[in-house]
């Protein structure tokens, strides 16, 4: 198991001014997954490039296993890259596809086979060793990709969007052989996707990109329960979190946060008392799940127009105009709440996110 390291990594492309990564320091700790996610064009690729060797940093230092590889080609790093496209090699066989990395070693022949039948069984792809790519399906192919990294039992797997090509339910298959062979193999890992769920069900680490700038680095329940500024709130979860303006009020012993059409007793948040200003701006968050259109035994409420409906199935999804701005409720199908009603939205104070409405920075 080793260790990834990068420090102090800047990016500049030819032809660019400004920078794509201005400077990254990133542990990816022996044996773990690191799933680098963000808003295209932040960086994610380049920096898996740059870890692979296929990219130059403009500064800065990558090791892995505590080795600095920094200047050294791709084929003497001992990773294995998993991409969107595949790319396998057309005119050879499934088997021979995924012995290729091992043939380019000089391996003996009996250990090629040997481990290339290991990854083919568990990948399920032992009917198919004999057939060429055009006569598989896109999953089938990703399997052979993948197949084609896990032979190779490299130091650290590196895997840009590799289920992006998949429909729904490959997706589902993949996303969790890729959790079974990381949970046996123990290969540390760096992988980029744009899909929550896989963010959230592989990672063991989350690493929340924008501009090239490491926003949160945590677990995936940390990312989702103690989200670090305004971005990450907004970024994790699906609908996105709301937002509502509020100042932070005192009176005697009570601290609340007033925005339009609303006010929360900030009971719990002592802490949160500015030193000299009687009030200061607050970025009120809370996502769609703890909204509800009955009572929560507060008598927190903010009144509105049902303006849209979404029905996904099991729940809906409900955007309420309201004085504080447009609210998203996730909430039960059988909600008899229907398009142009007058609803209240309760909101439990406990499942308020709050961030300073200036730095837009996580406070408490
Ligand atoms: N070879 C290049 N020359 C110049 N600019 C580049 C080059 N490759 C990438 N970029 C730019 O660098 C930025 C980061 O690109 P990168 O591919 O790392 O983004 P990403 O986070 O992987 O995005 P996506 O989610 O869309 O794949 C983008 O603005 C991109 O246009
Ligand atoms: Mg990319």
Redesign the pocket.
């Known amino acids: 198991m080793s260790e990834v390291q990068l420090t102090g990594i800047r990016k500049v ?4 001014s400004r920078p ?1 990564i201005p400077d990254l320091d990133l542990t990816v700790p022996a044996g773990q997954m690191a799933v680098l996610v ?10 898996l490039r740059m870890v692979a060797g296929l990219e130059e940093p403009t500064a800065g230092t990558i090791s892995i296993g505590g080795r600095d590889v920094t200047q050294l080609p791709p084929a003497e790093r001992d990773i294995a890259m998993v991409f969107q496209s595949y790319a396998l090699y057309p005119h050879m066989t499934v088997f021979e596809n995924m012995a290729f990395g091992l043939r380019i070693q000089h391996r003996p022949e009996a250990e090629i086979r040997r481990r290339v039948m290991a990854a083919a069984e568990s990948l399920g792809l032992e009917a198919y060793l004999e057939r060429r790519p055009k006569a598989l399906s896109g999953g089938q192919r990703q399997r052979v990709a993948i197949g084609r990294a896990v032979v190779r039992e490299p130091k650290v797997f590196l895997f ?2 590799p289920l992006s090509n998949l429909d729904a339910k490959l997706r589902g298959d993949m996303r969790r052989e890729i959790a079974r062979i990381h949970r046996q193999s123990k290969t540390t890992s760096m992988y ?1 996707t ?1 899909d929550q769920i896989e963010a959230m069900t592989l990672a063991d680490l989350i690493v929340v ?1 924008k501009d090239g700038v490491i926003q949160q680095l945590g677990t995936p329940v940390d990312i989702y329960e103690r989200p670090a500024n305004r971005f990450v709130a907004g970024f994790f979860g699906t609908p996105s979190m709301n937002f509502l303006a509020a100042d932070l009020m005192h009176a005697g012993e009570r601290t609340s946060a007033r925005g339009k059409g609303f006010e929360i007793p900030l009971v719990t948040r002592a802490a949160l008392r500015p030193a000299s200003a009687a009030t200061a701006k607050l970025m009120i968050g809370i996502r769609p799940e703890r909204l509800s259109l009955t009572p929560l035994g507060d008598d927190v409420a903010v009144s509105g127009e049902v303006a849209m409906r979404e029905v996904l199935g099991a729940e809906i999804v409900l955007h309420v105009d309201s004085p504080a701005g447009s609210l998203t409720v996730r909430t039960d199908a059988a909600s008899p709440a229907r398009l142009g009603d007058t609803v209240k939205v309760w909101l439990d104070p406990m499942a308020v996110h709050l961030f300073d409405g200036t730095t837009e920075l996580r406070l408490s």
């Open positions: 492309y030819d032809g660019v794509v963000g808003p295209s064009g932040c960086g994610k690729s380049t920096t840009d969007e980029v744009h990109l």
